[in-house]
T-cell receptor, first 113, second 114 residues
Framework: AAGVIQSPRHLIKEKRETATLKCYPI?????VYWYQQGPGQDPQFLIS???????DKGSIPDRFSAQQFSDYHSELNMSSLELGDSALYFC????????????FGEGSWLTVV | GENVEQHPSTLSVQEGDSAVIKCTYS??????FPWYKQELGKRPQLIID?????GEKKDQRIAVTLNKTAKHFSLHITETQPEDSAVYFC?????????????FGSGTRLSIRP
């Protein structure tokens, strides 16, 4: 079965640079979530979208922005990167038409040097 | 907002014994409680979930119980095996509401001793 696809899987950026992560949800899923997981930490909710509209916002820094496009894929844009942004970024998706179970992608490793 | 507390943070059990992980949540509107297993550097994988209209659910060696009055829920793993070693996260969500993000607990690192 198709899963949540994230790209790139690994990314190395320098401080103050910009990075963009992409997420392709499971087909027919209408909700996308972004989570950030630092080493040894639990996943922290950043932001979510339902039917291309932002539906909830968590601990997302002002330097980050995200959107969901007409094909339901989502992008997380991160600017003025800091060393502390180094983390594993997960995208997840679900659908409210079903059990609303949330499925995670493999994650994108961001390293800021 | 929702806050989920999880304990213990680490747990070591002998292979074949049972493991129990406990969580509490703060938002009485939460009605969906998934449990995720995460291996190092990999994605959280759903292992079992329970909704608020059910008190207990079992899937082979894994069971989850929910006490809505006390806002407690627990994961029980019986006959533990080496492949059960991982970090386990409980989570809570308002399920079918307009913004059903899940909030994770802080995780339990489970180690199975051979």
């Amino acid at each position: 079965a198709a899963g949540v696809i994230q790209s790139p899987r690994h990314l190395i950026k320098e401080k103050r640079e910009t990075a963009t992560l992409k997420c392709y949800p499971i087909p027919r899923h209408d909700t996308v979530y972004w989570y950030q997981q630092g080493p040894g930490q639990d996943p922290q909710f950043l932001i979510s979208f339902y039917e291309k509209m932002q539906s909830d916002k968590g601990s997302i820094p002002d330097r980050f922005s995200a959107q969901q496009f007409s094909d339901y894929h989502s992008e997380l844009n991160m600017s003025s990167l800091e060393l502390g942004d180094s983390a594993l970024y997960f995208c997840a998706s679900s659908t409210r038409r079903g059990a609303n179970t949330i499925y995670f992608g493999e994650g994108s490793w961001l390293t800021v040097v | 907002g929702e806050n989920v507390e999880q304990h213990p943070s680490t747990l070591s059990v002998q292979e074949g014994d049972s493991a129990v992980i406990k969580c509490t949540y703060s938002d009485s509107a939460s009605n969906y409680f998934p449990w995720y297993k995460q291996e190092l550097g990999k994605r959280p994988q759903l292992i079992i979930d329970i909704r608020s209209n059910v008190g207990e659910k079992k899937d082979q060696r894994i069971a989850v119980t929910l006490n809505k009055t006390a806002k407690h829920f627990s994961l029980h793993i019986t006959e533990t095996q080496p492949e059960d070693s991982a970090v386990y996260f409980c989570a809570a969500s308002t399920g079918y509401s307009s913004a059903s993000k899940i909030i994770f607990g802080s995780g339990t690192r489970l180690s199975i001793r051979p």
